[in-house]
């Protein structure tokens, strides 16, 4: 597995090395029987400390839907000490065919029955009700609702002040995602904007693979970042299994994705006025949904909003 490291960071690789009940980071130097290799210090040692995975940093996961954390970082989020999570819609669609065929008469049935599963999947990871917070928007809604997304996140990062925040990537998977991506660095642009001290920002993989069947803990290719991969060894795995077990409305979709490894990175300076990627996105290949074009047209208008400085340089 080739290695990414940034010229000035460190890149912490956890890796499996046949000890199916240890976790090691590669290589050079042991302490208390981990290895580790360190060059100069980045922001991904705030998340994967030195010689603890998680250290003692307060961390807030902000996602699209309830089940993207756990899918992302499932692993990870066991390991974290102190950790919030945000999920911006309640992962139900307003049609009503979505949630007839999970077996609901009406789609507020099937957002509950999502909303209770992921509270007994975190509950396995030992995250406790009173840390997941619901933003309640409607799955495939969050682009007409950025800039409201962003002030909405940027209040909650104020009041909660975490160290560290994982969201997803800006790639054209799903418009819920790239709205998480939008609105989360559109918060910490905001909080630095009015003197607040930022939390450092992750990005977690989780992308739709070519065939559109799956989904991929991993990025798309082209964006030079500093990759973090954690490798679950055999505890982790059936922690994270029994976290999937727990989403019954997911299960088909569910049953395709691996378990790990995780993977997470800084995001690149992503320009919201421009498309996530070239050619078709992923999301265009749904009928009725919204495409490259919609999706630009809104987060120019949201950036504006918010950003009205901004609109001279563009």
């Known amino acids: 597995m080739s290695q990414q490291i940034d010229e000035f960071g460190d890149r912490w690789f956890l890796e499996n090395r046949g000890n199916h009940n240890q976790e090691i980071i590669r290589p050079e130097f042991a302490v208390s029987g981990r290895l580790y290799r360190r060059r100069s210090r980045s922001a991904h040692s705030s998340l994967f400390g030195a010689q603890e995975l998680a250290p003692h940093s307060r961390c807030s996961v902000i996602v699209a839907h309830p089940d993207d954390e756990v899918v992302g970082a499932g692993a990870l989020i066991s390991k974290l000490n102190d950790v919030s999570i945000v999920h911006l819609t309640d992962g139900a669609p307003l049609n009503s065919s979505v949630a007839e065929e999970a077996g609901f008469d009406h789609p507020a049935d099937y957002a509950e029955a999502r909303r209770r599963e992921c509270i007994s999947a975190l509950a396995v990871a030992k995250v406790p009700t009173d840390r997941i917070v619901e933003l309640a928007g409607i799955d495939y809604y969050a682009p007409h609702f950025l800039s409201d997304l962003a002030k909405r996140i940027t209040t909650f ?4 002040a975490p160290d560290i925040v994982i969201t997803h990537p800006y790639e054209g998977g799903h418009p819920d995602h790239d709205s998480a991506a939008f609105a989360t660095n559109a918060a910490v642009r905001l909080l630095e904007r009015n003197g607040f001290e930022p939390p450092i920002l992750f990005e977690m993989a ?109």
Do not use: V
């Not at 990062?157 to 909660?160: G, T």
């Open 206 to 314: 989780l992308h739709p693979s070519k065939d559109g069947r799956r989904r991929l803990l991993d990025f798309l290719p082209g964006a030079s970042r500093e990759i973090t991969t954690l490798i679950l060894d055999e505890k982790a795995y059936e922690l994270k299994r029994r976290m999937f077990d727990c989403f019954a409305t997911q299960r088909d979709a569910l049953k395709s994705i691996p378990l790990g490894p995780e993977k997470f990175r800084r995001p690149p300076a992503y320009d919201f006025w421009a498309p996530p990627q070239l050619g078709k996105l992923y999301y265009e290949n749904f009928h009725g949904g919204i495409t490259r074009d919609e999706w630009i047209a809104m987060a120019r208008e949201s950036w504006i909003n918010l950003f009205p400085e901004d609109a001279q340089t563009h």
């Open 157 to 160: 990062l104020q009041q909660n």
